[in-house]
């Protein structure tokens, strides 16, 4: 590709993003789908053909800016987010927006950006490429709860950024360096500088991760989004900031508390969601969780274990906001209250969403089974057993919703009649490639094993682990139908932890309309009104009386005075020369008759 | 054959039968599977994975609705009020 043209050995794959990305609205038609598509397919090859090795570095005022930092961490997170980007594109090429194309371009080029970053700055300047690109996916869905989520979903992370950038200026102020370091977080809180900067830092990155009580954006925001934005979506922000934070807090243990709080909170939230894209957002969220908690843990099979679970995920999570993206573009909605009985008009959507449910559920022969079992089985390793039991649960807890409750009431449940069609090709397309990812990992895993950042001793297909799975799961299936009754679901959302910051937005608001305003009017306005406007009118009318009883007058009384003295003058200006000669004679004798008598 | 056969013809009383049929060979055949590894006292507990997925399943769907009911779950112009 073009590193070979050139005879270059890095060549940043973001740049087919972020620079071909501009191309797209020059283009029409079918050139312009089989130019978006050959962009995301040279990005991919970038990621195969690249030399692990540093790369890329500038000088930019006094620091050394590095685009490059290939390893392979890195290079694993790059596949998976270029082949992302494929799918993703494949799914969406029928849209006719050209923004909503750039979004995704900016946002998939953003996130390749983050993992290739060697130092904090250019890591932070991708982190806010991402966020402002991506939060176009959810305003051109062009409703009004969109726009909404949207804003609120901006509001978090440049609040995320923020805290993030606060965190980078506290680390170059102590250290003098700006190259992303290995920096884990011990203890609960910040003791001194250094732990400050690595705290905010950590905070700037559980943000992007939804770790809860900083979560809510995501589950706000994502099922906002179009169809096709929110399979993007599900794809990159959550998963670059769990490569952050293995890059950057790997064996912090506060994570391990709030990665296994995450998986059951997101599990607890699932059960009551009716809004189909929002219960696998509050998936995501439970996923994420295994992945937070294995970067607390830090062993090296707890790497491997995130790595390969973050790989997977974005694979069967897409695949599921595919499904369901389908779904809400057939019929209109995504509500599991307003839908059921579709299998007899959507069959295929139905197998490709049931691949990505037994997948994400870890069920044996998908790809969730040999990602997340290497995530428990190091916690198990390490003898974390609370948080082992922990993760069991919610694991039972995702087949339950994912794989039971969604195709169950989608496809399934109370035969609504809605008339539906299964979707264009592309977006059809783009599940089939899904799916067999899905499958073909979970039976094929040895390749993924070996793009893995350590060494892997592990093995999946255990007799016993195979059973302790099936087990799981499938009594599992039997709870879901023995408890089927409770499961039904009404028009109803949940309060998330925005509530605080919603309600006090509106309690703020009305705070500055009512009583602030008030206090405006009624107290300062009447303040200001006694001791500085009327004491100032006062001094202003005294001004004016001195200025017209007492100026004026002198000017007038002088013009009075003049006039008179002009008039009386007038009566000797007769025009007559001869009198005029005598009052010079006058004048004359008086000035001689004063010269003689006076001395 | 097409697809939407195939799945009504799944959806019969003679496939629930061979459904649990399965569920109590899992059972069964856990006490004779090899073990190994051990790291979890569950681990040497014929079953207990089956009963902990059982449980778990009616923990989550029962302990969620029940908070849900009782803190959570408000109508959907909740925020708009």
Not at chain 1, 304 to 311: E, I, L
Not at chain 1, 465 to 477: C, K, M, P
Not at chain 2, 36 to 63: N, Q, T
Request: with cysteine.
């Amino acid at each position: 590709m073009i590193s070979e043209i050139f005879n270059i050995e890095f060549f940043h794959p973001s740049a087919y993003y972020i620079i071909g990305g501009l191309l797209i609205p020059l283009l029409k038609g079918r050139i312009k789908q089989g130019f978006m598509l050959l962009l995301t397919l040279l990005a991919f090859f970038a990621v195969v053909n690249m030399p692990l090795g540093v790369y890329g570095i500038y000088e930019f005022l006094n620091w050394e800016l590095t685009f490059g930092h290939v390893d392979k961490l890195s290079k694993v997170f790059a596949y998976i987010f270029t082949i992302m980007g494929v799918i993703g594109v494949i799914y969406s090429i029928h849209v006719k927006n050209d923004g909503e194309h750039l979004a995704a371009f900016y946002y998939i080029g953003g996130s390749l950006g983050v993992t290739f970053a060697g130092d904090f700055l250019t890591l932070f300047l991708f982190w806010e490429i991402m966020a402002f690109s991506s939060v176009f996916l959810v305003w051109y869905r062009k409703i009004p709860s969109s726009v909404d989520s949207g804003f609120r979903y901006l509001l978090w992370h440049v609040l995320g950024g923020l805290i993030l950038f606060s965190g980078i200026m506290i680390q170059y102020s102590v250290s003098g360096d700006l190259s992303i370091q290995y920096l884990p977080f011990h203890g609960w809180w910040p003791t001194d500088l250094q732990s400050l900067a690595t705290f905010l830092i950590l905070i700037g990155f559980i943000i992007n991760a939804a770790v809860p009580p900083l979560g809510a954006w995501l589950p706000d925001a994502y099922p906002a989004a179009t169809v096709t934005g929110a399979v993007f979506m599900s794809a990159f922000t959550t998963k670059t900031a769990v490569y952050a934070l293995i890059r950057v807090c790997a064996g912090s243990e506060i994570l391990i508390v709030l990665g296994v709080v995450m998986a059951i909170y997101g599990v607890v939230y699932a059960v009551l969601e009716n809004d189909v894209r929002r219960l696998l957002a509050y998936h995501i969220i439970s996923q994420v969780g295994y992945m937070v908690a294995g970067v607390g843990l830090g062993t090296q099979m707890a790497i491997n274990g995130v790595v390969a679970h973050a790989f997977c995920h974005i694979l069967y999570k897409s695949l599921l906001f595919m499904g369901t993206g389908s779904v809400l573009y057939a019929t209109g909605t995504a509500k599991l209250s307003e839908l059921g009985g579709l299998y007899k008009t959507m069959p295929r959507t139905m197998i490709y969403t049931i691949i990505g449910g037994l997948a994400i559920s870890a069920f044996p022969l998908f790809s969730g089974f040999v990602s997340k079992s290497m995530t428990l089985a190091a916690f198990s390793e390490e003898h974390y057993m609370w948080a082992f039991m922990c993760l069991m649960l919610a694991s039972a807890g995702t087949f339950l919703h994912t794989g039971l409750k969604v195709p169950y009431f989608i496809w399934f449940g109370k035969d609504r009649g809605i008339k539906a069609k299964e979707p264009p090709w592309n977006m059809e397309l783009a599940m089939i490639i899904g799916s067999l990812f899905c499958i073909g990992l979970g039976i094929f895993y040895k390749p993924l094993y070996a793009l893995l950042p350590y060494p892997v001793h592990f093995e999946p297909y255990t007799a016993y682990h195979t059973w302790e799975t099936l087990q799981l799961l499938l009594f599992t299936q039997l709870g879901f139908f023995l408890l089927l009754k409770k499961l039904w679901c009404a028009n109803t959302i949940s309060m998330d932890t925005d509530w605080f910051p919603r309600k006090g937005a509106k309690v703020f608001m009305w705070f500055i309309n009512k009583p602030l305003a008030s206090l405006e009017y009624n107290v300062i306005g009447e303040c200001y009104e006694f001791i500085i406007q009327k004491p100032i009118l006062r001094v202003a009318s005294w001004f004016k009386w001195v200025d017209t009883v007492i100026v004026d007058r002198i000017f007038s009384e002088i013009a009075n005075l003049t006039l008179m003295w002009s008039r009386k003058l007038q009566a000797i200006q007769s025009g007559q020369i001869q009198h005029y000669a005598m009052i010079m004679v006058a004048g004359v004798l008086t000035v001689i008759f004063i010269g003689i008598i006076l001395p | 054959m097409n697809l939407i056969e195939i799945i009504d013809k799944l959806r019969t009383q003679k496939v629930k039968k061979f459904a649990y049929g399965l569920l109590v060979l899992l059972i069964l055949v856990d006490f004779i599977i090899p073990r190994h590894e051990i790291h979890f006292f569950g681990d040497k507990i014929p079953g207990f994975w089956s009963v902990f997925g059982l449980i778990s399943c009616a923990l989550i769907i029962i302990v969620s609705k029940w908070i849900g009911q009782l803190w959570l779950m408000q109508d959907e112009d909740y925020y708009d009020k």
